[in-house]
């Protein structure tokens, strides 16, 4: 490789990436970094090797590397968000207390509270219970009513395990930090209102902050979901709504930003999901202290960006291109649209026996689709797999030139890429052409 070009380390990549990362070394440096502990000696172990080979930062996309991201580029000398603010980004009930006008939310802790000291908070039923600390939809339940919510805190007080999981994480985050700048309520339940996915979008936004604070706001996407809430795909640049709104969501990120900026939330790229309601207020769903990994090829198809690569020169102190995937948005630029079907299932068996590869190989060497296999042909599905919205397959990614050609070609896939039908779902109203 060239020694002219500027190195950067991509934290535990995944087979998926390998095409963004064979484009990003036409102008950069990739290597590859995998980060397995928190462990100082581990940590040192891997600066020592990017300064031996020039690395000026690294970055983590998935939610197993953010902190990776953090602990690494600090001891390269980079500015990193600190550990307060991190905090907050990795606690659903923290990051919520930093919004305006939140619906009903509440903390619940099942090792210091009774069931009838929780139940006595609960406002609306029924209600989200959600694990504040764990990712990837694990630990969140529909609570209807009294006897489901004892049988959820009665699991949790017995997992014991999941309680030490929990203790470490938090541990290793505010390590050096003084516990008395802390907020005292750190729960590890929060209850909030129920959305009615039926009436409401919801929206991930992509921004960062600039090492002196300042937010800047990158892309959008729409998160599409069937009536029963199992996730359809994921459309960039939206269709529900159009440039006009940009200002009224620039000015709720620029608010609930700016408030983790003051915490120390800087120099590094956030993944922002909210609802937008039948009424047009704008309601957290989570903050993710990095940027979402699968959105990459999204901005790169329809409007020729990296988000990998913006990050690393974020994370390096380097100038980022002000022409953001939101600014061409916004000012009604030329772009594509760019869909990622999502393909689960809700029956359990052989994947192979779910779906059909000779179509899918179709799709992948004829048509030259890009496919995130989340589980593979050999593996079996069991009822412990399932979930309210089903088992993830895979992903895949469509580009057209209109909303209307994404959405005839997601009908097209689902249609023929099911051996075995599975459970009905209606889509949306306004999902068809």
Not at 115 to 142: A, C, H, V
Not at 145 to 163: I, W
Not at 366 to 380: C, D, P, S, Y
Not at 399 to 415: A, C, Q, T
Request: with cysteine; hydrophobic share 35%; charged share 25%.
């Amino acid at each position: 490789m060239s020694s002219e070009k500027s190195s950067y380390g991509f934290l535990s990549p995944q087979p998926y990436m390998k095409s963004a990362i064979e484009n990003m070394n036409e102008r950069i440096n990739v290597e590859v970094i995998e980060a397995k502990t928190w462990e100082n000696q581990e940590i040192d172990n891997i600066v020592a090797t990017c300064k031996e080979k020039g690395i000026k930062s690294v970055g983590g996309f998935a939610q197993k590397d953010a902190f990776h991201h953090i602990l690494i580029n600090a001891k390269l000398g980079n500015v990193t968000p600190g550990r307060t603010a991190f905090l907050y980004c990795m606690n659903k009930y923290l990051m919520r207390t930093l919004e305006e006008n939140p619906f009903f939310f509440d903390s619940v802790d099942p090792l210091n509270e009774t069931d009838e000291q929780i139940i006595s908070k609960i406002k609306e039923w029924p209600f989200m219970l959600k694990n504040t600390s764990l990712s990837l939809g694990r630990g969140i339940y529909k609570i209807n009513n009294e006897d489901e919510l004892r049988s959820v805190l009665k699991n949790y007080r017995a997992d014991t395990a999941l309680q030490e999981q929990i203790a470490f994480q938090y541990d290793a985050y505010l390590e050096g930090i003084d516990r008395s700048t802390l907020p005292t309520n750190i729960p590890p339940f929060i209850a909030e209102h129920m959305v009615d996915m039926n009436t409401a979008i919801e929206y991930c936004y992509e921004g960062y902050i600039t090492a002196t604070g300042e937010v800047v706001h990158y892309a959008l996407t729409e998160e599409i979901y069937f009536s029963n809430h199992q996730a359809l795909g994921y459309v960039t640049p939206p269709i529900s709504i159009d440039s006009k709104m940009a200002e009224k969501i620039e000015s709720w990120v620029n608010t609930y930003m700016g408030k983790m900026a003051k915490l120390g939330y800087i120099n590094q790229f956030f993944n922002l999901e909210f609802w937008i309601m039948p009424d047009g207020s704008i309601a957290l769903t989570e903050i993710n202290p990095r940027a979402a990994h699968s959105y990459h090829y999204n901005y790169r198809h329809s409007f020729n960006s990296s988000l990998y690569e913006d990050n690393f020169k974020l994370a390096a102190g380097e100038s980022v291109p002000e022409n953001t995937p939101w600014k061409k948005w916004r000012n009604n630029d030329d772009y594509k649209y760019t869909l990622i079907v999502l393909i689960t299932a809700n029956h359990t068996g052989t994947v192979s026996d779910i779906l059909d590869y000779d179509y899918i190989e179709h799709l992948e060497q004829k048509e030259g689709i890009l496919i995130r296999h989340n589980r593979q042909h050999a593996e079996v599905l069991s009822d412990s797999d399932m979930t309210a919205a089903g088992v993830m397959l895979m992903q895949m990614w469509v580009v057209g030139d209109s909303r209307e050609e994404v959405i005839k070609k997601e009908h097209d896939i689902r249609r023929k890429i099911y051996k075995q039908e599975q459970a009905a779902a209606k889509y949306p109203p306004y999902w068809d052409v």
